[in-house]
């Protein structure tokens, strides 16, 4: 089963509107990491927010992490048609006594002009 | 740089037979992990890798084999190719352990049809 789940499962904006995207999941982590893929590409890395930590920006985009919900949430500022893209969470997880990354099933985004 | 490179971009094979997806990546990374990606099903973890000759398994391994002979390299057998294998499948990297040392670098991913 999927550690994280992203919500909602599509999100449709205008271009220059705010995205807001939620990752929920089920055990205790060190840290969680958002991910983007464009249509048939392979996924990039967006930023990592460690178990410590509550919010973390990076242009803009800010993560925020609530480890007594288990969630965290994506926002998107100022969003660009560019930013047309799934967006996935991760998770690190110790499962069978190994150490292992997983993404839940992600959050279609499109940025209409 | 190349990152992490993966052939073929595209494979159709008929049930039953075997095929490896290749992946090598040019970082130097440590870590090595085959991820498939099914519609509504977000990524999968298949096989990973922390170093040269260790591999573990993920979440979804039955019909995979992998190995690890070299840093660099790191292949995904299907060994009797069945329908339900038909999925993109990623291959990624990572400096350290996934997760204590940061990202993941991506693939383009392979797209593999099985009839």
């Known amino acids: 089963s999927q550690q994280g789940e992203e919500d909602p499962q599509a999100l449709s904006i205008q271009e220059g509107e705010n995205a807001t995207m939620n990752c929920s999941y089920k055990?205790?982590?060190?840290?969680l990491q958002w991910y983007r893929q464009n249509s048939g590409r392979g996924l990039v890395h967006l930023i990592l927010?460690?178990?410590?930590?509550r919010e973390k920006h990076s242009g803009r985009l800010r993560v925020t992490l609530d480890t007594s919900k288990k969630s965290s949430s994506l926002l998107i500022t100022a969003s660009r048609a560019a930013d047309t893209a799934s967006y996935f969470c991760?998770?690190?997880?110790?499962?069978?006594?190994?150490?292992?990354?997983?993404f839940g099933s992600g959050t279609r985004l499109l940025v209409r002009p | 740089n190349a990152g992490v490179t993966q052939t073929p971009k595209f494979q159709v094979l008929k049930t039953g037979q075997s095929m490896t997806l290749q992946c090598a990546q040019d970082?130097?990374?440590?870590?090595m992990s085959w991820y498939r990606q099914d519609p509504g099903m977000g990524l999968r973890l298949i096989h990973y890798?922390?170093?040269?000759?260790?591999?573990d398994q993920g979440e979804v391994p039955n019909g995979y084999n992998v190995s690890r002979s070299t840093t660099e390299d790191f292949p995904l057998r299907l060994l009797s190719a069945a329908p339900s294998q038909t999925s993109v499948y990623f291959c990624?990297?990572?400096?350290?352990?996934?997760?204590?040392?940061?990202?993941?670098?991506f693939g383009e991913g392979s797209r593999l049809t099985v009839l």
């Open positions: 927010i460690r178990s410590n930590e």
């Open positions: 055990t205790s982590i060190n840290n």
């Open positions: 890798s922390v170093g040269a000759g260790i591999t």
């Open positions: 991760a998770t690190d997880a110790w499962r069978d006594s190994s150490y292992k990354l997983i």
């Open positions: 990624a990297s990572s400096p350290g352990l996934a997760g204590n040392t940061g990202e993941l670098f």
């Open positions: 970082m130097n990374h440590e870590y």
